[in-house]
């Protein structure tokens, strides 16, 4: 059975009667995708409880602990031979737990938008910062479903008036109706080169040299 939210609340809810002298509960599951919300309640930061994974556990066979060891290296073997919360079908870029955060300055030369046009899938707008330094820190988003055009240019203005050393913002170039409506109004906008190869190696360069996701920005990170 899948433990929800809710479920996890309630289960903490029976555990706080004052009456008992202590309170335990214990569970066992198999991994999931890094950002499952069970794994953010673990690594809150408390320290008031513990995670065993499975070699951990001295009752299994040597033979069993052997095959899990031998198991591929792809999310469901990491998930299950070696315990990790591993991203599954999809994932292109790991971004590290350390990298989401705000960043050190936000004394940025430069700012930018990446903008992702979509309706039934979200529209997706992330505005980067970029350091003197080169490093680059995504600081800001718009994330939206069924909005038509007309509801987003007045944010994209509004993100671009309230963003200090904004330069432009790099759209998706397969709507040009959407980036010239956009100009008229006075957005600063032109079409992204779109070769996915040279997109997919620029970010996990980026994500190598430290580029940091502010935590506010939950569409991104959903997506990654």
């Known amino acids: 059975v899948e433990l929800t939210e809710s479920d996890w609340i309630m289960l903490l809810g029976r555990l706080r009667d004052p009456r008992m002298p202590w309170h335990q509960l214990a569970a066992a599951t198999n991994p999931g995708p890094p950002a499952h919300w069970l794994r953010r309640r673990m690594t809150d ?9 499975i070699r951990k556990n001295k009752f299994l066979a040597p033979a069993y602990l052997a095959l899990l060891a031998d198991l591929p ?56 910062g970029q350091t003197g330094s080169g490093r680059l820190a995504v600081i800001d988003e718009m994330y939206e479903k069924g909005e038509t055009i007309d509801r987003l240019i ?55 040299k430290g580029m940091t996701v502010s935590p506010s920005c939950t569409g991104l990170l959903g997506e990654l």
């Open 154 to 208: 007045p944010i994209l203005l509004m993100l671009q008036q309230k963003t200090p050393n904004f330069d432009r913002y790099y759209a998706d170039p397969s709507e040009p109706a959407y980036i010239l409506q956009c100009q008229r109004a006075g957005v600063r906008i032109e079409g992204a080169r779109n070769d996915v190869a040279p997109g997919i190696g620029a970010v996990s360069m980026a994500i190598a």
């Open 45 to 53: 930061g408390s320290t008031d409880h513990a995670m065993l994974t």
């Open 73 to 128: 290296d792809t999310p469901q073997g990491r998930r299950l031979g070696k315990g990790e919360w591993a991203g599954a079908e999809g994932l292109i870029w790991m971004l590290p737990d350390a990298q989401i955060r705000e960043p050190e300055t936000r004394e940025f030369k430069r700012k930018v938008g990446g903008v992702d046009w979509g309706f039934v899938h979200a529209f997706a707008c992330e505005v980067i």
